[in-house]
Nanobody, 123 residues
Framework: VQLQASGGGLVQTGDSLRLSCAAS????????MSWFRRAPGKEREFVAS????????FYADRVNGRFTISKDRAKNTVYLQMNSLTPEDTAVYYC?????????????????WGHGTLVTVSS
């Protein structure tokens, strides 16, 4: 599985943005697709995840209620809808994949990574 993230850009505080992660290759039902982000000067952190074979999702506390992860299996694509953005959401966002649980938040547990897409939120 190869992953390609897109959809980043420059927005203002309070705006919304939707990121996409297109996957190539066959994805099995037990595959987990996740979003991470790395803010300037900080370590990469978990944002949200979903299990490919069902509608289970998992969110980091700081984005829960503002961000929504979803997928379109026909398009082999996972989305991250981000609402009520703040400057603290400014980061490079990465999609990642692994076989197994979608509730793992450590980047070392993920075996596939896409190139990041930059999201900048101005105040």
């Amino acid at each position: 599985v190869q992953l390609q993230a897109s959809g980043g850009g420059l927005v203002q505080t309070g705006d919304s943005l939707r990121l996409s992660c297109a996957a190539s290759g066959r994805i099995f039902t037990d595959y987990a697709m996740s979003w991470f982000r790395r803010a300037p000067g900080k370590e990469r952190e978990f944002v949200a995840s979903t299990r490919w074979g069902n509608d289970n999702t998992f969110y980091a506390d700081r984005v829960n209620g503002r961000f929504t992860i979803s997928k379109d299996r026909a398009k082999n694509t996972v989305y991250l809808q981000m609402n009520s953005l703040t400057p603290e959401d400014t980061a490079v966002y990465y999609c990642a994949g692994r076989t197994g649980s979608h509730r793992l938040t450590n980047e070392r547990d993920y075996t596939k990574w896409g190139h990041g897409t930059l999201v900048t939120v101005s105040s």
